[in-house]
C-alpha cells in the first residue's frame, strides 16, 4: 500500500503534461490534495488560489477518467464554503485547462470590480 508521499508523486507523474502546460503559460501549479486524498492541481495566487478538479466533482487520480475540467478561485483555505468563481468546460486537453485557468481568472477580475 502506498504512503501518502507516494501518492502524491503518482499523481503528480499522471499530470505532468498538464502541469507543464500550466507552468509553460506562466502558473506556478501543482499537484495537491485536499482532504481525503481527493486530488486537484492547485495555483497559488497573490490573493487566494485556484484548485482544478474535474467539471463534475474532485480530480480523478487517472487523467483518463477526467470529464472535463472544473476551475474554482477560493479567497481562503476553507474550500467547503465553495469556490468564488468556478468556470468549467466538457473538453479534456491541456489547452483547455489552461483557457479555463485564464477565463476563471478574468471572472474573479470582473467580480473584484463589481465589489469596488
Known amino acids: ?5 507516494e501518492a502524491m508523486q503518482v499523481g503528480e507523474a499522471s499530470y505532468a503534461t498538464q502541469l ?9 501549479a501543482s499537484f495537491t490534495q485536499t482532504g481525503g486524498m481527493c486530488a486537484a492541481l ?3 495566487l497573490e490573493r487566494g ?12 487520480w487517472s487523467p483518463e477518467e477526467l470529464r472535463g475540467w472544473g476551475v474554482g478561485y477560493y479567497e481562503c483555505e476553507d474550500v467547503s464554503e465553495g469556490p468564488v468563481v468556478f468556470v468549467e468546460t466538457p473538453r479534456t486537453d491541456a489547452r ?5 485557468v485564464v477565463a476563471c481568472l478574468r471572472e ?8 469596488s
Open 20 to 28: 507543464g502546460e500550466l507552468r509553460r503559460a506562466g502558473f506556478a
Open 1 to 5: 500500500m502506498m504512503d501518502v508521499r
Open 49 to 60: 488560489y485556484l484548485l482544478v478538479t474535474n467539471s463534475e466533482d474532485e480530480l480523478p
Open 108 to 115: 474573479r477580475a470582473d467580480v473584484s470590480r463589481l465589489k
Open 96 to 100: 483547455a485547462l489552461v483557457a479555463s
Open 42 to 44: 492547485e495555483i497559488v
